[in-house]
């Protein structure tokens, strides 16, 4: 052995731990190895482990340490680990090298060949030998490691000293105030309070534990353990409620502390008696719940702080539940249930059935945690306590609504607390149940939330939404109510949605069908579906001969049946059943808002289960979208049936479109490539697909080239952009040539007039130019096709030509802005330059917009290529340039193009991008608050409302420019319109807590002053923005 | 703080306050479909009026006629929109006057809390719908007059209550705060409601006195904690 290396060790100590630690792994890998013997080792170690100086031997002892915790565990022998151990047991009264030598028995007791005997001579002499008191919290720590070692895995040889290891640890641990060694103190009490014999020093033990209680340790701010005081209590917790033998010790003591005032101790001491009365079985707990329920009961009678009165009923039901278990369905007489049970109710009873007094409530909800404990106090409460509640409804009719509501209340307890008990009905059938002890009850509460429901004044909302909250609950508990009694609450609900004019309780009665309607669908079928069929009107029945009384708007009904839709089952048949109304509506030809209305109900449901990715979409695609394709087709080609001017409505294709888009994106790649083929085939190849219904297919393959210019058949180009929008980027388009079609496409959207179908277009030629076209492609395409377009946008003689290529310009130049390309810029050039133009300067303000304004079908959910930076690449390209058009344009109307072509652009850039640049282009945006449009003046005021507490300095420092032209734009007049006063109310609002004081207290008065001129607007929104507003500068300080 | 004078008082639900019906609210602006009570979903975004050139007007630089004619002055073409007032409303009916009324009146105050309790004065009853009157004269055009009267009735929880003229200050100061100057404000007790009715009215509408309590820090700082919670 060198001791060159144990040298290097001893330097290294001090200055790097990390170096010394591998020259300890290399001693180790050395013995482990046989290149060095053990006893080498220590013999070369001999000198220093002996030295004078206290610092030298403790650098020793460490090396001792550190070497045996990297050696293996079977590396040692059981003779060599006894010599060791006996070594370092020597050294334990050396105070100066505690640490070391714990350490050291530390990697001795983890020893695979330790003996017995040096287990039990281990935890004898660290019992013995060491004295707390004289060391510091990490010496501390390492000799509580030596024992939790020891206790983890020598438990039996410790159990075998168990006098010694009692009480030895119990002196060890006194004292001890540090989290870190608390936490690892209160786990190795848990086990000994749990796997000694005990019996004979439990009160030393329970004191050990119980004088850390409560625990009031908030850890420091930089505290490097991370122990919480949460930790420490549940820890805490574990060690009071480890055994059964500290019943007589622990309720009192706990008791005792209920009496803090500190709602933190109250809340501890209440979970440690919930713990105890959890851990000491019910034989323990029994003799001593007379002591709890006294103490804890006017927590809930009284209404107690915070969540306290929560805590006990919890602590009630435990009680309950634990000195209920050994016991049979019924309460045995003289039983401590028994007697428990009596006196609960004898104290509650006269309370709960007093209506008129405030105790009644806390009363009611006492008992019925109680009753929420087990089967034999529920039933035995149930029994008692609700007839007498029933008589004081039931016979006095005289009982004053508030008195009523008072019993509701009380009862719905009971029934929650029931629920909770004996289970809530859930979907699957469940197994049979024991019989529910409210049964008893169950016609007098049926009855009575039925008749509050039904037969109160409408004008008493409160108590009727309680009846109906009572009355679902009641149809939610399990094996309860059977089906003709859920049918009629059923029937009440849809009542309440159907006529009702509340909006709390319509909203909540149709929240209760949903629910009724999840654990059983049927519910939802035969009865609600039938009903609120029947209300919508029908075209066939004149409106006098319908039902008589007054009912709601069909767009209610409808939105009601949307919210309903609790599986697929349901959905499929409401489709079903609204595809047949929509025929019926479109035959008569009539009403197209209620035909739109319809089907946008097929579209909300979708939307909503798409969205939350409830549903697999894939039997809603393949059934639904080839009847709506084939819907669509059919109408546009028999032009002169009536039912074409509904289904081929532009409002109607819109909303086809819309479900198609949806349920084409929702699929996977491969169930969107059978698809793609098929719409192709009717859109560009003009044969027959599998789409449209069997005995139209040749007629419409033959009749429709839906693509072709001059075609014009309106509504048919909106549904392939949908479907194209739909499909993935991965879904190879299924032609070939998608730059001829692209290109192909432009003529026929520049000549097309009807205004859905050219934007269609616009988009579909924007979703093939950012989806499918290759990079050499996107450059064949700019390279003529949109030259040719940005030649006509300048040079057409016609305005109408140059207006369209421009349009077309903006939605190709946003598809490659979206998709990153450099390209793009020659056409926002080009657009920029048109902002200048005589003619269509204004147009040029719009296509700004356009660029790069979100789009609802061309956008990333559509599986759009949309680049992270593109909006802040478009808008720091542009602002520059637009800046210097202003300032370089000399007349006005130019001028003027700049400043909306900016606010256009504004609208859809977030704040923090516009922050960096906002120093550049704010004079533009002051002189636009001038302007009388009233689209510049909201997007500035918005701009600066966003961009308020970002640029703080910037906008003081133009806040005597700013305000005027603020508070002016609060004015009612034409130029502001309600939506600018309301976003001006709305900038000032923010003013105070955006800017420093100093800067806005000037102008409080004034602001005030002034803010009394929209007091008085005649818009209530402007109003109420005005009085929120002078609010904020009423409580300015000052 | 020092016990409550009335420590239990009686409390409203908060779905039994009157509120302001949203029955009158057009959800569809499609001009064909009726007017609709549509209270609680979410279907008012669900239909969309697509079939308005308005919906449109942002994503398009042409309108349907804008491609007729070909020589047209863009300048001169309607649908580009340099007009004033284009910015969509929800109901673009400009000229639909809303007069402020005792709804508006009860919203302003009722969520005013109380000083003693975690309360709002809706909600403790102290304020109440009906005891609320506007009285707006008409001139000889039928017309209505500028100035107006607003004249509220509280109810203190109990007789005796000595807050009533701390709640009475505080509702004016909201009232002075919220409506236009013309209307005037007046604030009483309900008549048999306090055992000092004639005290504490004249208490609340002297100027001198209400402008002198207004000068008082302390009692400001009252007065904004109450007003803290007015949404």
């Not at chain 1, 006893?39 to 340490?65: M, P, Q």
């Not at chain 1, 909300?604 to 394709?629: C, G, H, N, Y």
């Not at chain 1, 926002?828 to 048109?834: K, N």
């Not at chain 1, 009233?934 to 906008?955: C, G, N």
């Amino acid at each position: 052995m060198e001791r060159l290396v144990i040298d290097k060790y001893l330097v290294s100590l001090d200055t790097s731990p990390d170096e010394a630690d591998t020259v300890a792994q290399n001693i180790a890998n050395d013995i482990e190895a046989n290149k060095t013997r053990l006893i080498g080792f220590i013999e070369s170690l001999g000198r220093y482990l002996t030295d004078e100086d206290s610092g030298i031997r403790v650098k020793a002892l460490s090396c001792v340490a550190a070497v045996l915790s990297n050696l293996s565990t079977n590396k040692l022998s059981s003779r060599q680990i006894a010599m060791l151990s006996e070594f370092l047991m020597d050294r334990l009264e050396d105070e100066q090298c505690l640490s070391e030598s714990a350490g050291g028995l530390l990697a001795l007791s983890k020893m695979r060949n330790i003996s017995t005997s040096t287990v039990k001579s281990i935890a004898q002499a660290v019992f013995a030998k060491v004295d707390m008191k004289n060391h510091n919290q990490a010496t501390r720590y390492a000799v509580y490691l030596v024992i939790d070692g020891l206790v983890n895995g020598h438990i039996a040889v410790l159990q075998s000293i168990n006098e010694d290891a009692v009480s030895g640890f119990t002196r060890l641990i006194a004292g001890e105030k540090d989290p870190r060694n608390l936490m690892i103190v209160f786990s190795i009490l848990k086990i000994i309070i749990e796997n000694f014999e005990i019996e004979n020093a439990k009160e030393s033990l329970f004191d050990a534990s119980f004088c850390y209680f409560p625990i009031t340790f908030r850890p420091p701010p930089d505290d490097p353990y991370g122990i919480t005081s949460d930790d420490l209590k549940l820890k805490l917790r574990d060690c009071i409620a480890a055994s059964s033998l500290f019943a007589e010790y622990s309720f009192p003591s706990l008791i005792e502390k209920l009496t803090s005032s500190s709602t933190n101790v109250k809340r501890d001491t209440i979970l440690t008696i919930i713990a105890c009365i959890d851990n000491y079985g019910g034989v323990v707990v029994e003799s001593h719940w007379e002591k709890i329920y006294n103490s804890v009961k006017f927590e809930v009678l009284h209404e107690g702080e915070e969540d306290i009165p929560d805590l006990v009923c919890k602590l009630l039901r435990t009680l309950t539940a634990t000195i209920s278990s050994n016991i049979a369905p019924k309460v045995i007489k003289d039983s401590g249930l028994d007697k428990f049970l009596t006196a609960a109710m004898g104290e509650c009873f006269p309370q709960v059935t007093n209506l008129e007094s405030r105790q009644a409530k806390p009363a009611a909800k006492l008992l019925a945690a109680i009753s929420g404990g087990s089967f034999a106090a529920h039933d035995a409460i149930a029994e008692t306590i609700l007839p007498g509640v029933f008589s004081l409804v039931e016979s006095t009719s005289a009982a004053t609504i508030a008195q009523q509501k008072t019993a509701l209340e009380i009862l719905a307890l009971f029934i929650e607390a029931s629920g909770s008990l004996y289970g809530w009905r859930t979907g699957n059938a469940s197994e049979k149940s024991r019989g529910n002890g409210l049964l008893i009850h169950k016609d007098p509460l049926f009855e009575l939330f039925c008749r509050a429901l039904v037969s109160t004044p409408s004008e008493e909302v409160s108590f009727r939404l309680l009846a109906l909250q009572g009355l679902v609950k009641l149809a939610l508990l399990k094996e309860f109510l059977d089906m003709s009694e859920l049918g009629m609450i059923a029937q009440y609900l849809d009542d309440v949605v159907l006529s009702d004019t509340n909006d709390s309780l319509c909203e909540s009665a149709l929240l209760s069908l949903k629910d009724l309607g999840n654990v059983n669908p049927d519910i939802i079928l035969n009865t609600v579906f039938p009903t609120f069929l029947s209300q919508l009107p029908d075209p066939e029945i004149p409106p006098i001969a319908q039902s008589h009384s007054p009912r709601k708007h069909y767009r209610i009904i409808l939105s009601s049946l949307a919210d309903l839709c609790v599986n697929k089952a349901v959905y499929e048949i409401l489709t079903v059943r609204l595809l047949n109304k929509l025929a019926l509506i479109a035959k008569d030809g009539q009403d197209v808002a209620y035909a739109q209305s319809i089907l946008t109900t097929i579209l909300l449901v979708i939307q909503r289960k798409t969205a939350d990715k409830e549903w697999d979409m894939k039997f809603f695609f393949l059934s639904l979208t080839p009847k709506l394709i084939s819907m669509t087709f059919t109408a546009s080609v028999d032009r002169d049936q009536p039912q074409s001017r509904i289904i081929a409505h532009s409002s109607i294709v819109a909303v086809t479109s819309a479900i198609v888009n949806l349920l084409v994106r929702s699929v996977s790649e491969e169930d969107q490539i059978e698809f793609a083929k098929q719409i192709c085939k009717i859109y560009i190849t003009n044969e027959p697909s599998t789409l449209i219904q069997e005995s139209d297919r040749s007629r419409i393959a033959s009749a429709t080239q839906p693509l072709d210019k001059g075609f014009g058949t309106e509504g048919l180009v909106e549904i392939f952009t949908a479907a194209v929008a739909g499909l993935r980027r991965e879904t190879a388009f299924p032609h070939p040539d998608v730059l001829s079609i692209a290109s192909n496409l432009i003529p026929v959207a520049l000549s097309t007039r009807n205004i859905p179908d050219r934007l269609a277009l616009d988009r579909l030629i924007a979703l093939l130019v950012n989806k499918w076209l290759s990079k050499d492609d996107e450059d064949r395409f700019v390279n003529s096709a949109v030259e040719e377009l940005k030649s006509r946008a300048t040079g057409s003689k016609s305005m109408a030509d140059r207006a369209s290529s421009l349009e077309l310009l903006a939605w190709v130049g946003k598809s490659l802005i979206f998709k990153g390309s450099r390209r793009a810029y020659e056409t926002v050039d080009l657009v920029l330059q048109l902002l200048c133009d005589e003619y269509i300067g204004k147009g040029a303000t719009k296509a700004c917009g356009i660029l790069i304004s979100g789009d609802e079908i061309v956008n990333k959910s559509n599986f759009v290529v949309v680049r992270l930076l593109a909006k802040q690449q478009y808008f720091g390209y542009c602002v520059q340039r637009i800046v210097e058009g202003f300032n370089s344009s000399i007349d006005s109307e130019t001028k003027r193009n700049h400043l909306i072509g900016l606010s256009n652009i504004l609208q859809h850039i977030p704040g923090k991008i516009v922050i960096p640049h906002l120093p550049s282009f704010l004079p533009l945006l002051l002189q636009s608050l001038s302007l009388s449009d009233s689209h510049v003046k909201l997007a500035t005021i918005e701009t600066i409302t966003a961009t308020l507490s970002d640029a703080s300095d910037l906008i003081s420092e133009h806040i005597s420019t700013i305000l005027p032209h603020i508070l002016d734009s609060t004015a009612d007049k034409a130029s502001n319109p309600p939506k600018v006063r309301v976003a001006a109310l709305n900038c000032l609002a923010v003013l105070p807590r955006a800017l420093p004081g100093e800067v806005v207290q000037p102008y409080r008065t004034e602001i005030i002053r002034r803010l009394a001129v929209a007091l008085d607007d005649s818009r209530r929104a402007v109003r109420k923005a005005a009085v929120d507003c002078r609010q904020t500068y009423f409580a300015m300080d000052g | 703080m020092s016990e409550p004078i009335n420590a239990n008082p009686k409390i409203l639900s908060l779905e039994d306050l009157p509120t302001r019906s949203t029955a009158s609210r057009d959800i569809f602006s499609d001009a064909s479909s009726p007017k609709a009570i549509f209270p609680y979903s979410a279907l008012d975004d669900a239909f969309p009026p697509r079939p308005l050139y308005e919906g449109y007007s942002s994503l398009l630089l042409l309108g349907e006629n804008g491609l007729s004619g070909d020589d047209i002055d863009m300048k001169m073409a309607p649908e580009l929109s340099s007009g004033e007032s284009d910015v969509d409303d929800d109901d673009a009916d400009f000229d639909e006057h809303e007069p402020i009324d005792e709804q508006e009146i009860y919203d302003l105050i009722s969520t005013i809390s109380d000083p003693e309790h975690p309360l709002t004065l809706g909600q403790l009853a102290v304020v109440n719908k009906p005891d609320i009157y506007i009285i707006s004269s008409k001139d000889a055009t039928g017309r209505r007059q500028k100035i107006s009267r607003v004249i509220v009735e509280i109810t203190p929880t109990i007789t005796h209550c000595s807050l009533a003229t701390l709640i009475g200050l505080g509702i004016r100061v909201r009232l002075e705060r919220c409506l236009p100057p013309r209307f005037r404000i007046e604030i009483k007790v309900k008549s048999g409601t306090h055992q000092s009715e004639s005290q504490v009215n004249k208490q609340l509408n002297d100027k001198e006195r209400v402008a002198a309590a207004c000068e008082n820090q302390q009692l400001l700082g009252v007065l904004s904690g109450m007003l803290a919670t007015c949404k």
